[in-house]
């Protein structure tokens, strides 16, 4: 009989650059793709540059994940993968963040089953080969509710996360203390980790500042009629006008 790792899926190639450290995975939807989904991870970016050592020896690659079905989640996502997948393509158009898309959640996904991210880290090491530094960028909610993921503490071991702070409007730089103080009380309330380890959560909080997109937000206006107008602030053009020319969302096709 054919062992579980013989009838699993082959991984999907990730293509990063041999230079590329750390690989930032970045998993989510992306349904639609918005401003906040580049613009933030340019932030970590610089962030991952500025830490202590990490002059001339750092060059981050950001790796979007396009999530299957969210094990936290009771619904999948609105667009299809095919378009979702097209408008991260088109959203990175002219974009200067040096990253690109992995599909492998997708393209291993079986019908109504969610996806869990430490399977999906255990595969970006397998398909990366032994030497790449894996980083993991996940949102404060996220963060919080970290122990309640599948393979927690081994999961930090394979891919150290990176937590997007977000505690005022602008760009970053103000109250980022406070942000990380009340992220950490959140998580020490979880009686899950121990004091050093939520010391070490607290070096991983990086200051992002907040851009106010949603993609909840951007549907559920899309479907209410916005003009394109209202829209071009947290989408691209062409993402907008992918999602116009498919009719997706509730959008008038071709309007």
């Given at each position: 009989m054919d062992s579980a790792a013989e009838r699993e899926p082959p991984v999907t190639p990730l293509m990063v650059p041999p230079e590329a450290t750390p690989i930032v995975l970045y998993g989510g939807t992306f349904d639609p793709p918005h401003r906040a989904h580049l613009e933030l991870p340019?932030?970590?970016?610089?962030?991952?540059?500025?830490?202590?050592?990490?002059?001339?020896?750092?060059?981050?690659?950001?790796?979007?994940?396009?999530?299957?079905?969210?094990?936290?989640?009771?619904?999948?996502a609105a667009a299809s993968d095919a378009d979702r997948v097209a408008m991260l393509a088109i959203a990175r158009e002219g974009v200067s963040i040096r990253s690109s898309v992995w599909t492998d959640?997708?393209?291993?996904?079986?019908p109504g089953q969610p996806s869990y991210m430490i399977q999906t880290v255990e595969?970006?090491?397998?398909?990366?080969?032994?030497?790449?530094?894996?980083?993991?960028?996940?949102?404060?909610?996220?963060?919080?509710?970290?122990?309640?993921?599948?393979?927690?503490?081994?999961?930090?071991?394979?891919?150290?996360?990176?937590?997007?702070?977000?505690?005022?409007?602008?760009?970053?730089?103000?109250?980022?203390?406070?942000?990380?103080?009340?992220?950490?009380?959140?998580?020490?309330?979880?009686?899950?980790?121990?004091?050093?380890?939520?010391?070490?959560?607290?070096?991983?909080?990086a200051d992002v500042g907040v851009i106010d997109a949603s993609a909840t937000g951007i549907r559920e206006r899309i479907a209410g009629g916005a003009e394109d107008a209202e829209l071009l602030g947290?989408?691209?053009?062409?993402?907008?006008?992918?999602?116009?020319?498919?009719?997706?969302?509730?959008?008038?096709?071709?309007?």
């Open positions: 340019t932030r970590v970016c610089r962030w991952l540059g500025a830490q202590p050592g990490a002059a001339g020896a750092t060059r981050p690659w950001i790796v979007y994940v396009p999530a299957a079905r969210s094990p936290f989640k009771s619904k999948g959640e997708l393209d291993r996904a079986e595969r970006a090491h397998r398909a990366l080969g032994p030497g790449p530094t894996l980083r993991l960028l996940i949102g404060a909610d996220q963060a919080i509710r970290f122990h309640d993921w599948r393979g927690a503490r081994r999961l930090i071991e394979l891919a150290e996360p990176v937590v997007m702070a977000r505690s005022l409007e602008g760009p970053p730089g103000r109250g980022a203390a406070a942000e990380t103080e009340r992220l950490i009380g959140e998580m020490e309330r979880a009686a899950f980790w121990s004091n050093d380890e939520l010391g070490r959560w607290r070096e991983r909080v947290v989408l691209s053009p062409g993402v907008l006008g992918y999602i116009r020319a498919r009719g997706l969302y509730g959008s008038r096709r071709g309007s």
